[in-house]
């Protein structure tokens, strides 16, 4: 029971951060500090989170709480690394060509 808990946190915690890496991948930002940036963040994200549901999984009633709140977090970094993407592109293509 115990084996299988933890992979579901491992896998609950490691693919939506898998996902945005591969999301801000696909984005093509014209720096690539920023790949390595998000990659960065979602790496100490993972390990935080899976820190925190690990310690939690002990307590009856306590575990999946920091995955809920991981989710939004996640979505939030996704919607703003979305964004920054449309804004360089915006930038991009009206304020840099002219120059």
Excluded: C
């Excluded at 390595?36 to 306590?62: H, M, N, P, W």
Aim: no cysteine; aromatic share 22%; net charge negative.
């Amino acid at each position: 029971m115990a084996s299988s808990h933890n992979r579901d946190i491992f896998l609950a915690s490691f693919i939506p951060s898998l996902f945005i890496a591969g999301w801000t991948w696909l984005l093509h930002f014209p720096w690539d500090s920023v790949f390595y940036t998000v990659a960065a963040i979602e790496f100490l994200i993972f390990l935080i989170i899976l820190g925190f549901e690990r310690q939690a999984s002990d307590v009856k009633g306590a575990s999946g709480w920091m995955l809920f709140f991981s989710i939004f977090l996640q979505f939030f970094i996704l919607v703003g690394i979305t964004v920054l993407r449309l804004i360089v592109l915006i930038a991009q293509l009206f304020f840099i060509g002219f120059l």
